[in-house]
């Protein structure tokens, strides 16, 4: 590592992948992360909804406060550390997809692919017959009505009829959102996950790399979870399923991740999919939230399945430390 580093950043031909780099990430990523969570939780206490309803409590807004400062820094830790480490180690950001080769991708190619996995999420319970297409969007007004929530029922039936067509409506503001988003936001942990993580673990293989950093990329969000459900976003078993979701989804990213070599189109994919995860609710008529979170899941179980398919049937995607450089360098 010294005689490297005295050398300057590593050229092509003197990268070579390491494990090793890769476990160093996740180390000082989680330990720095879930270590302040652990931190905030014992000096604040856990945001439980019953806390939330307690007006003008200074305790209560201390909680709001300390979590989400660490919500905004679990956005972009895992980019930091991964940017310090390349600095460390002299291995310039260009080995880790940034720009990549094909970060046009990223406008057109991971909106398309985040359009394929929500309208095959829509059409799963079609198919099942729990629910039936509605164009007009007024699934969720519906399913807020027969859950008790009148009111936010209400807003948002005046708010879908000022639009003339809410889907198109929801669909396009999810793509500009999504792309927006994830060129400046989701980069802060895509650069870790399908950046330093799936190039040093490239020696293990392909699938194995697309597995482990999917399941580190939803590790990482599990310490939010309690937050995100004591602020009444979601529930319980709809917050597990989108985090089973964004497991599996990670085999996607990394599959879109190898194809373009660049983490700014995985990075698009996956904010673009989240910004349209209002547009199965608003499609569907019947069935609960839960069962549309599940054919989200699904959906994306169905593509991470065929992703891995490719991988296992194309090749072994395996990298020794003998393996050529220039054959790395094509892959990417």
Do not use: C
């Not at 985040?114 to 079609?126: D, E, F, K, N, R």
């Not at 988003?181 to 330093?196: C, D, I, K, Q, Y």
């Not at 040093?200 to 969000?221: C, D, F, N, Q, S």
Request: charged content about 15%.
């Amino acid at each position: 590592m010294e005689k490297r580093g005295r050398q300057g950043n590593l050229g092509q031909s003197d990268f070579r992948p390491s494990p090793r780099r890769a476990l160093v990430l996740l180390a000082w990523s989680f330990g720095i992360g879930w270590g302040l969570a652990l931190l905030a939780r014992i000096v604040l206490g856990p945001a439980l909804p019953g806390d939330q309803g307690v007006v003008g409590s200074t305790h209560t807004d201390a909680q709001r406060i300390a979590y989400s400062v660490i919500g905004l820094l679990f956005l972009v830790l895992p980019a930091i550390v991964a940017e310090v480490l390349a600095h460390r180690w002299r291995v310039r950001l260009e080995h880790y997809g940034v720009p990549g080769r094909a970060p046009g991708a990223a406008l057109w190619l991971a909106p398309l692919m985040a359009l394929g996995l929500t309208v095959l999420a829509v059409m799963l319970p079609i198919v099942g017959r729990v629910s039936s297409f509605d164009r007009s969007g007024m699934g969720q007004v519906q399913r807020l009505g027969e859950g008790g929530r009148f009111v936010e029922a209400l807003e948002l039936k005046l708010d879908l009829e000022d639009q003339q067509a809410p889907l198109l409506h929801a669909t396009a503001k999810g793509f500009v959102l999504g792309v927006t988003l994830g060129l400046l936001v989701a980069m802060g942990t895509e650069l870790a996950w399908r950046g330093l993580l799936h190039v040093e673990l490239r020696p293990m293989g392909r699938a194995w790399t697309a597995l482990i950093g999917g399941l580190a990329g939803a590790a990482w969000w599990a310490p939010l979870l309690p937050m995100a459900v004591a602020a009444g976003d979601t529930a319980w078993p709809e917050a597990v399923l989108r985090l089973g979701a964004y497991a599996v989804l990670g085999i996607v990213l990394s599959w879109a991740r190898a194809a373009t070599g660049s983490v700014l189109v995985p990075a698009a994919l996956v904010a673009t999919w989240m910004a349209l995860g209002e547009v199965p609710p608003m499609a569907l008529r019947g069935g609960s939230l839960m069962q549309i979170e599940l054919a989200r899941l699904a959906a994306v179980v169905v593509v991470a399945l065929g992703v891995l398919m490719v991988h296992v049937r194309g090749s072994t995607g395996r990298v020794s430390a003998s393996r050529p450089e220039a054959e790395i360098a094509e892959e990417e």
